[in-house]
C-alpha cells in the first residue's frame, strides 16, 4: 500500500503536510501493520516503491 505525498523534497518530510495529512497517514501506518504481507510506504511517487 503506498501513500503518495510530494512535499517538494527528495524524501516525504511529514513536517510540511497538514495536521489531518500526518493523521492520515499515522493512521494509515497503524491500520495496514495489522496485515503480516502487507506493507505500507509514503513515497514522493509511486515509482519509488520498485
Same mark, same amino acid.
Request: net charge positive; glycine share 6%.
Given at each position: 500500500?503506498?501513500?503518495?505525498?510530494?512535499?517538494?523534497?527528495?524524501?516525504?518530510d511529514?513536517? /510540511? *503536510?497538514?495536521a489531518?495529512? $500526518?493523521?492520515?497517514? %499515522?493512521?494509515? %501506518?497503524a491500520? !495496514?501493520?495489522e !496485515? &503480516? &504481507?502487507?506493507k505500507y %510506504?509514503?513515497? &514522493? /511517487?509511486?515509482? $519509488? *516503491?520498485?
Open positions: 500500500m503506498a501513500e503518495t505525498k510530494d512535499t517538494g523534497t527528495p524524501i516525504v511529514l513536517s /510540511k *503536510l497538514s489531518d495529512e $500526518q493523521m492520515k497517514i %499515522k493512521c494509515g %501506518k491500520h !495496514f501493520n !496485515f &503480516n &504481507n502487507l %510506504k509514503v513515497v &514522493n /511517487k509511486v515509482g $519509488q *516503491l520498485i
